[in-house]
Each structure stands twice: as C-alpha cells, then as structure tokens.
C-alpha cells in the first residue's frame, strides 16, 4: 500500500484507491488536459474534484501539494523510484504521465522536442490569453466600462489562433501524430466556442483548419470523457 503520510492533501481528499494515481483538479481548460491525458494512456487514476469557485485550491492542503494554489496537481502512487510523487503544472504533468507511460509523445529527440515546443507554446500564450479573453467576456470583466482589454484579448487570441491554423494547414495534428501537444490545447478552444461564447467575436469560423483539428478531437472518446473529469457535483 502508498504511504501518502507526506502528502497532507490526503487527509482534506482522502483516496478511496491509493494504488490508483490521484488527479486533483476541475473539469476547467487547465484541469481537462490530465483527463484527457489519462484516458487517453489508460493509466488508472482516481479524481478528486477541487471546487475553484469555493477556492478550496487555497486550502492548506492543495497548497501543500501545489504551492501556487492551481488546479490541476497529481500524487503518483508508482513513481520513478517506486515511491509516490507529486507533480503540480498542467504542462510538466502531461510531460511526465507520456514519458511514463511512452505514450503520446514523440521518441525521436527532434520530433519530442517540436512536440514539447507547441506544449508550451500553449501554456505561454494560448492559456494566458484565452484565459483573460474568457474573463472579459464571461466573467467579472464584462462589467467593465473600459473595453480596450477586452479588445487586446481579442486582437492577441485571433493571432494565436492564426498561428495555430497555419501550423495544421496539411495536417491532422499539431504535430504528425495526435500527441500531447493535441491535449494540451483542444480544451482552450473548445473553451471559447463552449464556455466563453466567443466564436462569432474572434469568427472562428474563419479558422477552418483550427475547426476542423477540433472537430477531429472531440470526436475521441477519450477527450469527450476527459472534458468531463472531475464530474462537478450535482
């Protein structure tokens, strides 16, 4: 059996099976990317919903897990040496699950490392940006008087979004094969056409690749179950 003593987030979320790895998360753009991840590699994991909007990822003992108070973190009952490890950020947790499980992520040092290029790629810019477009136009920012951010977040997501469409121009995936890179990036635009309602403001539909790259992904299975994990309570 883990010894999860270390880990004072099992005391707040207890694990019913600690063999199992321990996702704790929501079912938010971020929190959606090890989902999918685990779905998609198969690895039996247990999830544990962290209610954001109640900022329980404040609570001492996320934080003990996640210093930066963030969804998504996980505990690895089985980690490289045999013991448990935590692994907090949702890029660094794809990165370790694929080289884990030596799935979804190139073995060719050049292809592994285009691949981990578009990995961060979206987590300096796609995440950040669509993030703060979200919160102008489903959140507390549309309130505000001032719409020049507004503006900005529209302006720098459509660049983005330019970016990604030239990169699939001939492709299935971002990179040869459907890979982290697809994970880390399908719940963000799924997001601004699901959440944020901002396809008609960035005319997404004028991204025809990006639409149909999405399409592609959300017709996995294990991205449809993925989106959905942690399910919120009812």
């Known amino acids: 059996m883990p010894d999860f003593s270390s880990f004072p987030i099992t005391q707040r979320w207890p694990a019913s099976h600690p063999e199992h790895l321990q996702l704790y998360a929501a079912p938010t753009p971020n929190g959606v990317k090890v989902s999918i991840m685990l779905e998609e590699i198969g690895l039996a994991y247990e999830p544990h919903f962290i209610d954001i909007s109640s900022n329980e990822s404040k609570d001492p003992a996320f934080v003990s897990l996640n210093p930066n108070g963030r969804i998504p973190a996980i505990i690895d009952p089985a980690g490289p040496e045999g013991t448990p490890i935590a692994v907090w950020e ?33 987590m300096s810019a796609i995440g950040p940006i669509f993030g703060q477009l979200g919160f102008f136009l489903h959140w507390g ?55 944020y309602g901002a396809s008609d403001i960035l005319g997404l539909s004028n991204f025809a690749n990006v639409s149909a790259w999405l399409g592609r992904g959300l017709a996995r299975p294990a991205v449809q179950r993925g989106l959905l994990i942690p399910a919120r309570p009812a």
């Open 141 to 195: 920012g549309k309130e505000y008087e001032d719409k020049r951010p507004l503006q900005r977040f529209i302006d720098e997501s459509r660049r983005l979004l330019s970016i990604v469409d030239r990169r699939l121009e001939g492709r299935d995936w971002i990179v040869d094969d459907y890979s982290v890179a697809d994970i880390a990036t399908i719940g963000w635009v799924n997001a601004l056409i699901e959440t």
């Open 90 to 122: 949702s890029g660094a947790i794809l990165i370790y699950l694929a080289e884990k499980t030596g799935q979804l992520i190139p073995s060719a040092p050049a292809k592994r490392y285009e691949t981990l290029s578009w990995v961060f790629f979206q």
